[in-house]
């Protein structure tokens, strides 16, 4: 039975009631999720978003990431300079073919230092067995990405023409298996995963860039108007980032398992393939071997990039390095 309520206790609980209302409705909102458009070419180099992916290291009151595939640098530079992509993982090369193309574009981290990630590949009972022998010989690279430019330095420490002593011809990596397996060119100059991939389909690796002069980076570029516009997004996405390279330094076991997940290899190919890519973390990140200091050793390598794409005529005008790398959002991380 229920019990009838007097006026002033009807009135006291209206009262309450609309207080209880405006405080509900002055509750401060959470501020909206940024939504991360992040490109990739899926392969080990991208370790440390796979990883901050799979184990929630991204920020998810902050930032939600939509992700889209591609197979080479050039394809996504596409998908970046079109506005569909925001944050992209690729070579240094080709992050900087984006940036002659439109000053927008910015490195804004190294995602790892090849050391035997990318190399040239010959037929396994070919007769080739040191550069030099290329001389005369057919290869395929794929033109503006970062193993162009180590075919180049292998061949000229060679003593060989680049430009005259051997026939150069543009393949995508995939197409470059096909092309070795069935001996339609001599050699191939690739990256992981394809290097194994040529492996298993007959080829020998003659040389790989562990033996680099100037080292072979991958990034992490940005399209900076969406960079000054959602600052808080790219430093979240970094620092996920981060995260994952130091658990792929510290898990290493465990992080071949997580990759294995979304790669066509498995745990114990991945764990061999580790071996060719280092992945710096951010205490790594912010020393001079990295973006740590004035005159960094990525900035430099970077710089003779720019050079070596000039001179080949890959891009009409050189990007003002001080602009295309741009260290601001990781240096904010270790505020």
């Given amino acids: 039975m229920f ?94 073919v984006a940036a002659s193309r439109d000053p927008r574009v910015a490195i804004i981290a190294i995602c790892d230092l090849s050391d035997g990630g990318e190399g040239i590949l010959v037929q396994k009972d070919s007769k080739i067995n040191t550069p030099a022998d290329l001389r005369g010989k057919k290869i395929a690279v794929a033109k503006g990405s970062t193993v162009h430019r180590f075919l180049y330095e292998v061949l000229k420490n060679a003593g060989l023409d680049p430009d005259k002593d051997v026939s150069i011809y543009d393949m995508s990596v995939e197409d470059q298996v096909t092309a070795l397996q069935t001996k339609n060119v001599d050699a191939v100059a690739n990256w992981e995963p394809w290097m194994t991939k040529a492996e298993k389909a007959g080829g020998r690796r003659l040389i790989d860039d562990s033996k680099a002069v100037v080292r072979t980076y991958d990034v992490v570029y940005v399209n900076s108007d969406f960079a000054k516009k959602h600052p808080e997004a790219v430093k979240a996405f970094l620092a996920g980032h981060m995260k994952g390279a130091e658990f792929k330094n510290t898990k290493t076991d ?46 430099a390598d970077i710089g003779y990039d720019v050079d070596f794409l000039f001179k080949q005529g890959l891009i009409k005008s050189q990007p003002d390095l001080g602009k295309l790398v741009d260290t601001q959002y990781i240096l904010g991380l270790s505020k």
């Fill in 3 to 96: 019990r009838k309520l007097g006026l002033p206790a009807l009135a006291l609980a209206l009262v309450l009631s609309l207080a209880a209302a405006t405080v509900a409705g002055c509750a401060p909102k959470p501020a909206p999720k940024t939504l991360v458009r992040v490109g990739i070419q899926p392969g080990v180099f991208v370790t440390p978003y796979f990883i901050a992916k799979d184990q929630g290291f991204f920020d998810s009151k902050v930032i939600e990431i939509k992700e889209a595939s591609f197979l080479s640098g050039g394809a996504m530079n596409e998908g970046m300079l079109s506005g569909n992509i925001d944050i992209g993982y690729l070579g240094a090369t080709p992050a900087i």
């Fill in 254 to 299: 465990e992080a071949a398992k997580i990759v294995a997940k979304v790669l066509p290899l498995t745990p114990d190919e991945i764990l061999t393939t580790f071996k060719l890519f280092i992945h710096p973390d951010l205490k790594a990140q912010l020393t001079p071997e990295f973006f740590g200091a004035p005159k960094e050793k990525a900035r």
